[in-house]
């Protein structure tokens, strides 16, 4: 079965720290991999998008990782800001569709 | 900046009645989806649709489910008759192309079910 696991289901952070959220797929027969910001009660903004044969993307402050082979991908926010404070999702496309992880509650107290 | 529009925002509707989503994908994109996420829970695939057919469906799209691009523009989701379980945020996505293709989300539609 295809599942996405997302690590840490929340964190809250001052601002200004590095921060690093994880997520992990069971299927590495991936097509790409997209991470999302969801504000409360809106859609989801596309951040960043990976695709399998890439191994980082990087947009700003923000770059994320995948390492396929052992089915995990990171996303890596420098120099936090209460604006960034949202919740992140990782979602992996496979084919027609995309399997998304629960997501990470992100806080960043200034 | 090019979005993907959805309407309405939010409906309220009674149990067994029929309800209509709308989405206006993004103009030069050619595959669109439906997404829903129950409140509290993961964000769960519905349906992919391609040159006026379904390429995809999930076990949630069932009879009670379909989709529509009946013009050039706009793309539906229609619940024929709606259960208490289908109260959930449906989002609407579109991408230039598939596999592979960054997918574009709409603000999404809420709808309650009474």
């Known amino acids: 079965k295809q599942e996405v696991t997302q690590i840490p289901a929340a964190l809250s952070v001052p601002e200004g720290e590095n921060l690093v959220l994880n997520c992990s797929f069971t299927d590495s027969a991936i097509y790409n991999l997209q991470w999302f910001r969801q504000d409360p009660g809106k859609g989801l903004t596309s951040l960043l998008l990976i695709q399998s044969s890439q191994r980082e993307q990087t947009s700003g402050r923000l770059n994320a990782s995948l390492d396929k082979s052992s089915g995990r991908s990171t996303l890596y926010i420098a120099a936090s800001q209460p604006g960034d404070s949202a919740t992140y999702l990782c979602?992996?496309?496979?084919?027609?569709?995309?399997?998304f992880g629960a997501g990470t509650i992100l806080r960043v107290k200034s | 900046e090019p979005e993907v529009t959805q309407t309405p925002s939010h409906q309220v509707t009674q149990m067994g009645q029929e309800v209509i989503l709308r989405c206006v994908p993004i103009?030069?994109?050619?595959?669109f989806y439906w997404y829903r996420q129950i409140l509290g829970q993961k964000v769960e695939f519905l349906v992919s649709?391609?040159?006026?057919?379904?390429?995809?469906k999930s076990e949630i799209f069932d009879d009670q489910f379909s989709v529509e691009r009946p013009d050039g523009s706009n793309f539906t989701l229609k619940i024929r008759s709606t259960k208490l379980e289908d109260s959930a945020m449906y989002f609407c996505?579109?991408?230039?192309?598939?596999?592979?293709?960054?997918?574009?989300f709409g603000e999404g539609s809420r709808l309650t079910v009474l």
């Open positions: 996505a579109s991408s230039v192309r598939q596999a592979r293709g960054e997918l574009f």
């Open positions: 979602a992996v496309e496979y084919g027609n569709k995309l399997v």
């Open positions: 103009s030069n994109h050619l595959y």
């Open positions: 649709f391609y040159n006026n057919e379904i390429s995809e």
